[in-house]
C-alpha cells in the first residue's frame, strides 16, 4: 500500500533512484500491486453488462463504477447516448457529464481536450438531431479556450439548431466562441441577429462593439434595440445619441426594446459613476415620453439617483388611481436623499391631492427632517379621521423632539386610538431622542410615556428609557416604578441612574431618598453595593450596613493553624459551641484573647487579615449576639472569602469547608429567631489573599430584620 500511494507522484523518478536490489525488489513488488489492483476491479465488459442489462443494484453499483475508469468509458457511453434506450441513453448522458466534471479540474488539461475530442463526432452532419442536441448539451460545458469551435459554429446555418448552437457558444464564452458568433452576425436574418447581438451583449464582447455599432445605424428597429442592449454593458455615455436616435426610429415592440437598452445602459452607466448629471438628463427625458411599466422603470431609477429636481416630475406623475404606479412613485419619493429633496416635498405638499397627501405623510416623516413638523402636526390635528391617523403615525416616526408636546396632548386627551398612536409615538421619539443624544428630550417622552401607560411592556421600555437619560423630572415616576413588583428589574438601573443625576445636580436630599428606596426593595447584591455607596457619599455618618439588615459588631480571636488534612476545622479550639468571650486560647508561642471589632458602614465587612493576622491556611472565630423584640423566621444570608461553620444559638446549621472569594448572600440559611438574645458563631477558614466576611439577617421575604446589638 505504501508502494501505491507514492507512485502516482512520481514514480519513474523514485525507481531510478534506488540501488540495483532495492530496484528489483520494488519492481515486483509494484507489479504485484498493480496485479492486485486489477484483480479487484471488475473487466470493463462485465460493468457494461451490468449496466446495460443487471439488475436495478448491479446496475447502479455500474452506474458507479464506470465513471472512475476514465476515458475509457467514453466510446461505449456514445454508443448508448444514441441508442434508442431513453433510460439508457440519458444514464449514459450523465456519466459522461461526470467525466466533464473530472477533467475539468485543473492540471487535467490534455484530458479535457481529449474528451472533447471524443464528443465532437456527436455534431458532425451525418448525426441524428438527438445527438447534436446531446453533443451542443455535452460540450457547452467542457470546451476549453484555445479549442476550435468551428462544428458548433457550423450549426448556427441550421435553423432547427441555431438556437442551441448560440447558446452553447455564449456559454462557451472563449475567445474564439465570441468570434464565431461575431462571424454570423452579418449573415444571419434579423430575427436571428437580434438573438446573435443579445449573446455578445451578455459575454461583454469588446472585440465586436465596431460590428455593433453599425447594426445600430444600418439594422431593423428590433436590430437597432439589440444593438445598444449589447453595448449597454460598457456603460459609455457616448453612446447615449446613438440610443436616443434608435428610440426616435423605434416601431411597434421595438419601442419597448429600445427603451430597455438605454435603461441598461444608464444603469451602467451609473455603476461606473462620473456621468451623473448625464445620467439624470436622459432619465429626464425619457420620463417624458414614457408610460406603463416603462415610466415605472425611470421613476424607480430616479427615486436612486435623482434630486430636488426630479421631485416636481415625480409628485406631478402620481396618479392614485394606478395603484402599481402610485406605489412605485411614492417609493422613489422616499428613496431620494438630501435635505434639498426634501424640502422641496414640503413646499408642494399643499397642492397635492387628499390621497396622496396621506400617503405623502408617513415619507415626510421618515426623512427626520424638522421643516416637516408643521405638516404632521396640521395633520394630526385635522377633522378627517384619516389626515389625523397618518399625522399622529407620523410625528412618532418623525423621531424629531418637536413632537413630543403633540405626542403628549393626544395620549392625555384623545380617543383610544388616538392614545395608543401616541404613546407609541412617544417611545419611537424617545428612542431616537436617546440616540442623538438629546437626552432632556429623551428623558420627557419616556416620562409621559411611563404615567400614561397603558401596560406594563410600556411602562418597561419606558423605565429603560428613563435609565438611559435619567432626569430630576422623572423622579416621582421612577419612585412609583420602585413599587411595582413586576417591574422591579428594570427599575433598579432607572434608580440608581437617577440616583447619581441628582447627585450632580446639586440635588443630595432627593438622591438620599432614591438610594434609600434602593434599599428598600432589598436589591441584589451589586445593586445593593452600588447604593450603598452613593449613600456613603453623601452622608459618611450614616451606617447603611445596619439599615439593610448587615450585622455589624462582633468578637474575634485567633488565628488558629489549619492543620494537616485540616485538622483544625473538625477540632474544638475554642471549646465550641460554647464561647467564653473571657477567655485566652494557645495560638503558635501566643495567647490569643477575643477582640471587639466592628464591620465597614456599607455592607459590614469584617476584614480579618486586619483584625486577626495575615497568615495562610489559618482558622479564627467570630461571635456576635443580636436582640429582637419578637420571634420570628429569619434566614442568616453569608459572605465568606473562604469557608465557613456557622453555629445558630449553639446549634451547627451550616459545615462549608471551601474557597474562593467573599460574594454577597451566597449562603442562605434559614433559622428561627427567639425572642431577646439570639447568639451567632463562625469558625472562618483562610486559605490565601483576602480573608473577610459579612452577615446580614433577612426575613424569608427578603425584607431586612430588625434588630439590635451592643455598641463597643
Known amino acids: 500500500m505504501r508502494v501505491k500511494s507514492f507512485l502516482p ?101 490534455k484530458d479535457r481536450k481529449k474528451l472533447a475530442d471524443q464528443l465532437v463526432p456527436l455534431i458532425a452532419p451525418d448525426r441524428s438531431e438527438k445527438d447534436k442536441v446531446a453533443g451542443l448539451r455535452l460540450l457547452e460545458r467542457l470546451v476549453p479556450p484555445g479549442y476550435d469551435v468551428a462544428p458548433i459554429a457550423g450549426l448556427l446555418a441550421d435553423n432547427n439548431l441555431r438556437e442551441k448552437a448560440r447558446t452553447a457558444l455564449q456559454r462557451i464564452n472563449t475567445g474564439e466562441a465570441r468570434n464565431a458568433l461575431r462571424s454570423a452576425v452579418a449573415s444571419a436574418d434579423p430575427l436571428f441577429q437580434v438573438a446573435l447581438l443579445n449573446s455578445l451583449g451578455e459575454m461583454k464582447d469588446a472585440e465586436g462593439l465596431e460590428i455593433i455599432i453599425r447594426l445600430a445605424v444600418v439594422g431593423t428597429p428590433e436590430v437597432q434595440a439589440a444593438a445598444i442592449r449589447a453595448l449597454s454593458w460598457t456603460g459609455d455615455p457616448s453612446y447615449l445619441a446613438l440610443a436616443r436616435s434608435v428610440r426616435q426610429n423605434a416601431t411597434g415592440e421595438s419601442r419597448f426594446d429600445s427603451f430597455d437598452a438605454t435603461l441598461r445602459l444608464l ?93 405623502l405623510l408617513p415619507i415626510l416623516a421618515a426623512k427626520n427632517d424638522e421643516s416637516t ?22 410625528l412618532g416616526v418623525s423621531g424629531q423632539p418637536s413632537a413630543i408636546p403633540v405626542l403628549e ?6 380617543n383610544d386610538e388616538e392614545k395608543k398612536l401616541a404613546l ?38 419606558a423605565l ?149 493576622a495575615d497568615c495562610q491556611a489559618c482558622l479564627c472565630y467570630a461571635y456576635t449576639e443580636i436582640e429582637v423584640s419578637e420571634e420570628a423566621d429569619a434566614v442568616l444570608c453569608l459572605g465568606v472569602d473562604d469557608g465557613e461553620k456557622v453555629w445558630f444559638n449553639s446549634s451547627l446549621v451550616l459545615d462549608n469547608f471551601t474557597q474562593g472569594a467573599l460574594v454577597l448572600d451566597r449562603d442562605k440559611i434559614p433559622v428561627h429567631l427567639k425572642k431577646g438574645i439570639n447568639t451567632l458563631l463562625l469558625k472562618v477558614y483562610q486559605n490565601a489573599m483576602p480573608w473577610e466576611f459579612c452577615v446580614r439577617i433577612l426575613s424569608p421575604e427578603g425584607v431586612p430584620v430588625s434588630f439590635t446589638q451592643k455598641k463597643p
Not at 406623475?317 to 406605489?327: A, E, T, V
Not at 436623499?337 to 396622496?356: D, E, I
Not at 405638516?375 to 391617523?389: E, G, I, M, T, Y
Not at 412617544?426 to 411611563?450: D, F, I, K, P
Open 267 to 359: 444603469e451602467a452607466m451609473t455603476a461606473r459613476g462620473g456621468n451623473w448629471e448625464a445620467v439624470v438628463r436622459e432619465y429626464g427625458e425619457l420620463l417624458k415620453t414614457s408610460s406603463g411599466p416603462s415610466w415605472q422603470a425611470v421613476i424607480s431609477a430616479l427615486g436612486q439617483i435623482g434630486d430636488e429636481r426630479h421631485v416636481d416630475l415625480i409628485l406631478g406623475s402620481l396618479d392614485p388611481g394606478d395603484p402599481q404606479g402610485f406605489h412605485i412613485g411614492l417609493h422613489a419619493l422616499s428613496q431620494l436623499r438630501g435635505a434639498a429633496a426634501t424640502h422641496r416635498m414640503v413646499s408642494l405638499f399643499p397642492q397635492a391631492a387628499t390621497p396622496t397627501k396621506i400617503a
Open 464 to 612: 429603560k428609557g428613563m435609565a438611559s437619560n435619567p432626569s430630576p423630572e422623572s423622579l416621582d415616576s421612577i419612585l412609583a416604578a420602585a413599587q411595582v413588583e413586576s417591574l422591579r428589574d428594570v427599575v433598579f438601573p432607572a434608580l440608581q441612574a437617577l440616583a447619581g443625576t441628582l447627585v450632580a445636580a446639586g440635588q443630595g436630599d432627593k438622591a438620599m431618598v432614591v438610594y434609600k428606596k434602593i434599599l428598600e426593595i432589598t436589591p441584589g447584591a451589586q445593586d445593593l453595593a452600588a447604593a450603598a455607596a452613593g449613600l456613603q457619599k453623601l452622608d459618611p455618618s450614616l451606617n447603611v450596613a445596619e439599615m439593610v439588615g448587615f450585622v455589624t459588631q462582633w468578637w474575634v480571636v485567633g488565628p488558629f493553624p489549619l492543620g494537616e488534612d485540616k485538622s483544625g476545622w473538625d477540632q474544638a479550639l475554642i471549646g465550641e459551641p460554647n464561647v467564653d468571650l473571657a477567655a485566652t486560647y494557645p495560638s503558635g508561642d501566643k495567647q490569643a484573647a477575643w477582640k471587639r471589632v466592628q464591620g465597614s458602614a456599607d455592607i459590614g465587612k469584617v476584614d480579618l487579615l486586619k483584625e486577626v
Open 409 to 414: 396632548e393626544f395620549a392625555r386627551s384623545g
Open 373 to 394: 413638523l408643521p405638516h404632521l402636526v396640521a395633520a394630526a390635528r385635522s377633522a378627517d379621521p384619516a389626515f389625523r391617523k397618518a399625522g399622529l403615525e407620523g
Open 424 to 461: 407609541r409615538g412617544l417611545l419611537t421619539v424617545g428612542q431616537a431622542c436617546s440616540a442623538h443624544g438629546v437626552r432632556n428630550e429623551a428623558s420627557r417622552a419616556m416620562n409621559t410615556l411611563y404615567q400614561l401607560a397603558q401596560d406594563d411592556s410600556q411602562r418597561r421600555e
Open 9 to 109: 507522484e512520481g514514480p519513474g523518478a523514485l525507481i531510478r533512484s534506488l540501488p540495483g536490489k532495492s530496484l528489483v525488489f520494488l519492481s515486483a513488488l509494484w507489479f504485484i500491486s498493480i496485479q492486485g489492483a486489477q484483480a479487484t476491479e471488475p473487466p470493463l465488459r462485465n460493468l457494461l453488462e451490468d449496466f446495460k442489462g443487471g439488475n436495478p443494484q448491479s446496475q447502479a453499483l455500474a452506474r458507479q463504477r464506470l465513471p472512475s475508469l476514465g476515458l475509457r468509458v467514453v466510446p461505449d457511453m456514445l454508443q448508448l447516448l444514441s441508442g434508442k434506450d431513453e433510460k439508457l441513453s440519458k444514464a449514459a448522458c450523465d456519466i459522461i457529464l461526470q467525466l466533464i466534471n473530472d477533467v475539468s479540474a485543473p492540471g487535467r488539461e
